[in-house]
């Protein structure tokens, strides 16, 4: 079984702090994803991944940055937090790389509180 | 671009009967859809998912159809049961070169009646 696994599931943060959220997979997938779901307006992608290095910006990234600096790891960075981030933050990965659209695999997300 | 839209926020059924859940999409070169269910405090889970190039796809007490004509696509869930309730998304990806991004829906919550 493909497992997506998020380092923490509750995180508190304070206004203007650094925020990394991490995302390990286990399944040698080449894409990976970052998105943030809020009630009414579903998922929404910050950025993704389809290789190692490589980043593409999603529909809403402003306020996030990204890293992939290994194939099983991919890390979402809030460089100033603040409140309208407040968010459940989902992460995904699937198999293939840029040329093919397939299931993406999610772990359980991570609730960040911004205070 | 694509939007994908779910007709309904909110689905209520009797234990037993078979649900439909309707999405509606708007890029017609939009190649592939898939459908989620997600429980609560949990990420969602795939069901089932669908290519253009086919009509409908079934797996074990689900079907998904696609009908390209008006853009729309359907979950039926057979003999729904109380672990049916969640929500459901649907997702659809235009055809993209160099570039893989689902579209999500906003979701269609499930309640199953006893």
């Known amino acids: 079984d493909v497992k997506v696994t998020q380092s923490s599931r509750y995180l508190v943060k304070r206004t203007g702090e650094k925020v990394f959220l991490e995302c390990v997979q286990d399944?040698?997938?080449?894409?990976m994803f970052w998105y943030r779901q809020d009630p009414g307006l579903g998922l929404r992608l910050i950025y993704f991944s389809y290789d190692v290095k490589m980043k593409e910006k999603g529909d809403i990234p402003e306020g996030y940055s990204v890293s992939r600096e290994k194939k099983e790891r991919f890390s979402l960075i809030l460089e100033s937090a603040s409140t309208n981030q407040t968010s459940m933050y989902l992460c995904?990965?699937?198999?293939?790389?840029?040329?093919?659209?397939?299931?993406?695999?999610f772990g359980p997300g991570t609730r960040l509180t911004v205070t | 671009g694509e939007s994908v839209g779910l007709h309904l926020p909110t689905l209520s059924v009797q234990e037993g009967d078979n649900s439909i859940i309707n999405c509606a999409y708007s890029n017609s070169a939009s190649d592939y859809f898939i459908w989620y269910k997600q429980e609560s405090g949990k990420g969602p889970q795939f069901i089932i998912d669908i290519r253009s190039n086919m009509d409908k796809r079934q797996g074990q007490r689900v079907t998904v159809l696609l009908n390209k004509t008006v853009k729309h696509l359907s979950l039926q869930i057979a003999a729904t049961q109380p672990g049916d309730s969640a929500v459901y998304f649907c997702a659809g990806s235009p055809l993209i070169q160099g570039a893989q991004k689902l579209v999500f829906g906003q979701g269609t919550r499930l309640t199953i009646n006893p």
């Open positions: 995904a990965s699937s198999p293939y790389g840029a040329d093919r659209v397939d299931e993406q695999y």
């Open positions: 399944m040698d997938h080449e894409n």
